[in-house]
């Protein structure tokens, strides 16, 4: 059986920074334009970290009863590990999203009962991510729908949430946060392009080539840091998040040259790092603004 600390690395902590990122940033924009409702900021955090760790879960488990992990070169996978049963993941993955209903509800009776049909939508895509008889991860989809989750959908909805309006900067904000994320699922997908490619998984990185995704990796960088710049004219605090450039210059650097599990696998953690502390200082800048 997995101990606490086995179910705890198979929640991949260390990506819950793309989780935390689009929710800070949004919240700060909401800011810019009227005063901030705590506790619907808390909720929407809450909302995106259990929908993190539940599509984590669900990919845990989907992947290892197709078999996909089989021979997967990443972190710790409970289900293909065999250190839990795939119920027992599967269960973790339900009570995860579960969370993430609850507090959606909360928000969505707050504020507008339309965000029920999002927080509907977001789930579906937890679970269909590489779940259900067509996964879209599958057929190199995933990219597009973490920018449109964890980028559009998480930034702009917490500012949404706030009442305030929805203001410029978060539309621009859900780029500097969504495309770093998109940059770790490829990172993720670089990594396991080979074995992918044996299972059947045609990713992003399997249809257009590992040499082609590494590139678009740091493009999606480049893009993120570019975003900053239309949110800087308007409020220029928000040139902060430029700081954190040096933060992708080592990620950059292994995704363009590395072939080594653990040299992809230091890149994916240093894209989680490099979106929260970008993600962090835009919303320090918007909160001056």
């Known amino acids: 059986m997995a101990t606490p600390a086995q179910w705890i690395q198979g929640a991949r902590p260390r990506t819950l920074g793309a989780a935390v990122a689009p929710v800070a940033v949004g919240t700060a924009a909401a800011s810019t334009l009227g ?29 290892g009863v197709r078999g996909t992990d089989a021979d997967r070169r990443g972190p710790l996978r409970l289900t293909a590990s065999g250190l839990a049963r795939p119920g027992e993941v599967r269960a973790a993955a339900l009570l995860s999203l579960l969370v993430a209903a609850v507090a959606g509800l909360a928000l969505a009776l707050a504020v507008n009962p339309w965000l029920l049909l999002l927080g509907a939508v977001l789930i579906a895509a937890a679970v269909l991510y590489t779940g259900g008889p067509r996964p879209y991860g599958y057929a190199g989809l995933g990219e597009v729908m973490v920018l449109a989750c964890f980028g559009f959908a998480a930034t702009v ?7 305030n309006g929805v203001p410029a900067a978060a539309w621009w904000g859900s780029l500097v946060t969504g495309l770093p994320a998109c940059a770790v699922l490829l990172a993720n997908n670089v990594r396991d392009v080979r074995t992918d490619v044996v299972a059947g998984k045609r990713t992003l990185a399997v249809r257009i080539g590992e040499r082609a995704a590494r590139r678009l990796f740091v493009g999606c960088l480049v893009g ?33 040259t590395a072939e080594d599990a653990p040299a992809l696998i230091a890149a994916l953690v240093g894209t989680v790092r490099l979106e929260l502390v970008a993600g962090a200082l835009l919303a320090l800048g918007l909160a001056f603004a």
């Not at 975003?227 to 363009?256: D, E, G, H």
């Open 157 to 163: 909805g917490s500012a949404y949430v706030q009442g």
């Open 35 to 63: 005063a901030i409702t705590w506790w619907r900021a808390g909720a929407a955090l809450l909302v995106a970290l259990a929908l993190q760790v539940g599509v984590n879960f669900a990919n845990d488990y989907s992947d």
């Open 224 to 256: 993120a840091f570019v975003a900053v710049l239309p949110i800087a004219m308007a409020q220029p605090w928000a040139a902060l998040a430029l700081l954190a450039v040096p933060l992708a210059l080592r990620p950059s650097r292994a995704m363009l």
